[in-house]
């Protein structure tokens, strides 16, 4: 099956706009406050893009769908590291990502922990990484 991952290139170039505006601008001000915001929607749906692309890429080696989509979050992940999809240390760094997404679902708005802004230029790079493995399966 042929995958397109357009969608996630998108969100990727949109988290690195974010990012580039938080740097342009001084913390507490409104622009900040926006592109931070920007910065942690696209990280939140690059993560569940990420997380789709790769469970479909995940269907080449399982006898059936089914089997693939009862898999949680972090399961696809680690099964990608098995099929070497992606390297163990890049799989550890994704589950990382969610628990940081999961623990700060709902503190975003008034504050952010530092920790998510600091991981999210990572981030863009391991999207873009995960983003060409995913890809460059099709035939």
């Known amino acids: 099956m042929r995958l397109s991952a357009s969608h996630l290139d998108g969100c990727i170039e949109e988290l690195e706009a974010a990012l580039r505006g938080l740097a342009d601008h001084h913390p507490g001000d409104m622009a900040c406050r926006i592109y931070r915001s920007a910065a942690v929607r696209q990280f939140e749906l690059i993560l569940e893009i990420s997380g789709k692309l790769l469970r479909m890429r995940l269907r080449d080696w399982f006898a059936s769908n089914r089997e693939v989509d009862e898999l949680v979050f972090k399961d696809v992940f680690r099964v990608a590291a098995l099929f070497t999809l992606i390297e163990g240390d890049v799989c550890e760094r994704w589950l990382k990502y969610r628990d940081l997404r999961n623990d700060s679902a ?11 802004l600091s991981i999210l230029p990572r981030f863009a790079e391991d999207a873009r990484a995960l983003r060409s493995a995913v890809e460059s399966r099709n035939g």
């Open 106 to 116: 709902h503190d975003y708005r008034e504050k952010y922990p530092d920790t998510i």
